[in-house]
């Protein structure tokens, strides 16, 4: 199946004003209610990386478990799971950091990754980039790399892809949108 952007974009819904004003909540649930969308994501991010060095898939809370699970699932990988707070039971490094909807943490199980691990990291969606740089944070403090930041979209008018771009975190998105799109 040829992955195409432009059909991948239809089945994502602006919600103007959620969950505050002036925000535009780009909705995923068309696009992971539509099978043939969802097998077109997950199977252009597996030939992404499926001859990768990587050793471990990330995935963010909540909705960066969903592509995680099965990434990691078709990869064969270890799934580490990056949490909001107080949710991960053992003992934890926490990160904080800024959203566009107030401040926010995340967390990770310190036994999660070594040094030498390469860490996949996955989230839906780069706003700010502020989580995936939290989350980055965490596995260098942890002694592993990371190999790719990946996300179903960007919204690069938010700064965060340029944000992790400068961070020299290599970055890859599906699709973005501008903020008139
Ligand atoms: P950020 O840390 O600012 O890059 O925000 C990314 C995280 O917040 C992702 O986990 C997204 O699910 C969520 N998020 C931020 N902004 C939006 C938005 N406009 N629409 C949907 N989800 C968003």
Avoid: W
């Amino acid at each position: 199946m040829i992955f195409d952007e432009y059909s991948i974009k239809t089945l994502i819904r602006p919600v103007p004003d959620f969950p505050k004003p002036g925000i535009i909540f780009r909705d995923i649930t068309p696009l992971y209610r539509s099978p043939r969308a969802m097998r077109m994501v997950a199977d252009s991010l597996i030939q992404r990386y499926v001859e990768s060095p990587i050793t471990h898939i990330g995935a963010i809370d909540a909705r960066g478990f969903l592509l995680g699970a099965v990434l990691a699932y078709e990869l064969n990988k270890p799934l580490v799971l990056f949490r909001k707070p107080g949710k991960l039971p053992c003992d934890t490094l926490c990160e904080s950091y800024e959203t566009e909807y107030g401040e926010a943490q995340v967390e990770v199980h310190r036994d999660a990754l070594k040094a030498g691990d390469q860490v996949l990291l996955l989230d839906d969606l780069i706003a700010t980039g502020g989580t995936l740089l939290a989350a980055a944070r965490l596995i260098k403090q942890l002694g592993a790399e990371i190999y790719e930041a990946a996300a179903i979209i960007d919204l690069p008018d938010l700064g965060g892809s340029r944000k992790m771009q400068n961070a020299d975190i290599p970055t890859f998105t599906l699709c973005a949108f501008e903020a008139d799109e």
